[in-house]
């Protein structure tokens, strides 16, 4: 089992978190509450998965705690504190919150009424300080923590992603082109199976790549030198998307495109130019997500040779299924403009 750097993080907050409560309870004698356990618990809702979230959740929380005390202060020194007041309160910080559009800050709001609220030994501003004090000690603690203390980077990740993503798409591609080589086809269940698997992973992936741009977006220094691998991976991600849609119409062209003898050598035709591009695919995103060098595919096909063919029998024969071939072809010809977009926006080719 791998401990990321999030979880360590969160336990040495929590620590430092009770470590400085400890020591402001050493100086102010026992507060007879739990203030240690009310810090570490802001500490660890303030751990983020990013720099930004954690900044973020630094501002709203500090924004609800404002909020939650003002409110908290204004009961004490009017209404009371009893249980019908603090209800009052809680719809009052709900109406301020949605009224200042601060949605995410309404519970934590809400948490600091009762934390405030809720006394045993009489009303005292001193406890009011005491308690707030202890919850942006925890908060200031794990922010500082995420920002300085293993910050977290998601380019690694990313790029496994991207590489997973790659080996399901070529695979599915592989099996896909083989059944023109074949009489026996690939269920068409199975395709739907994997490509779904494909749809699965692209969302998980575009998951990662939020919370990268993230972090890289907030560092404006860094923006220039980042922008470029930023766009490749999110060109990369979309051009797997876009032929992952062009591999489902080829399939349904390869199933219903005649299989008479008569056709096997126009299918072999296909099957070599459609083996180039898986090739290609491969040499690309080998050197995206695996920082591999890029060598340039000889293309051993004619495109216009293909094509010629293609036309040519539409014109003698113009029964519908001899329109697959063309189909297929034209697929295998928009998932070829994508996957050259890539080389000639990142310059593969000239490295």
């Known amino acids: 089992m791998k401990i990321g750097a999030r979880t360590v993080k969160t336990g040495l907050a929590v620590t430092l978190t009770i470590l400085l409560i400890n020591i402001l309870e050493a100086k102010v004698g026992d507060l007879g509450y739990n203030l240690a356990g009310m810090a570490a618990v802001t500490a660890i809702i303030a751990m983020q998965p990013t720099i930004k979230g954690s900044l973020k959740t630094f501002r709203n929380r500090l924004i609800a705690t404002l909020i939650g005390t003002l409110v908290t202060l204004a009961l004490a020194y009017t209404l009371g504190l009893n249980a019908f007041y603090l209800g009052i309160g809680s719809i009052v910080i709900v109406l301020i919150c949605l009224a200042l559009k601060l949605n995410e800050s309404i519970r934590f709001a809400l948490i600091t009424l009762v934390a405030l609220g809720i006394h045993h030994n009489g009303f005292d501003i001193m406890d009011v300080v005491y308690r707030v004090s202890g919850m942006l000690i925890g908060l200031t603690v794990s922010t500082g923590l995420n920002i300085v203390f293993m910050p977290p980077d998601y380019t690694d990740n990313l790029k496994t992603k991207i590489n997973d993503l790659r080996l399901k798409f070529e695979h599915l591609y592989e099996r896909v082109i083989n059944d023109l080589l074949r009489e026996e086809k690939i269920d068409k269940d199975i395709i739907k199976d994997k490509r779904q698997n494909i749809r699965d992973e692209l ?52 199933v219903f495109m005649p299989g008479e003898p008569q056709y096997s050598g126009l299918r072999r035709d296909l099957y070599r130019y459609l083996k180039y591009l898986l090739i290609l695919h491969q040499n690309i995103y ?10 340039t595919i000889e293309k051993d096909v004619d495109r216009e040779e293909i094509y010629n063919k293609i036309t040519k029998l539409i014109k003698k024969d113009n029964h519908e299924s001899i329109f697959e071939f063309y189909n297929a072809y034209f697929e295998a010809t928009r998932i070829n403009e994508k996957l050259e977009q890539l080389i000639e926006e990142f310059a593969l080719g000239l490295r």
């Open 286 to 295: 080998s050197s995206i997500a695996l920082s591999k060098g890029y060598e």
């Open 203 to 254: 969302d998980d992936t575009r998951e990662v790549y939020s919370l990268l741009i993230e972090d890289v977006l907030l560092t404006r220094d860094s923006l220039p030198a980042n922008k470029i691998i930023i766009k490749k991976y999110r060109r990369s991600i979309n051009a797997i998307q876009s032929n992952l849609e062009r591999l489902t119409a080829l399939h349904r062209s390869i």
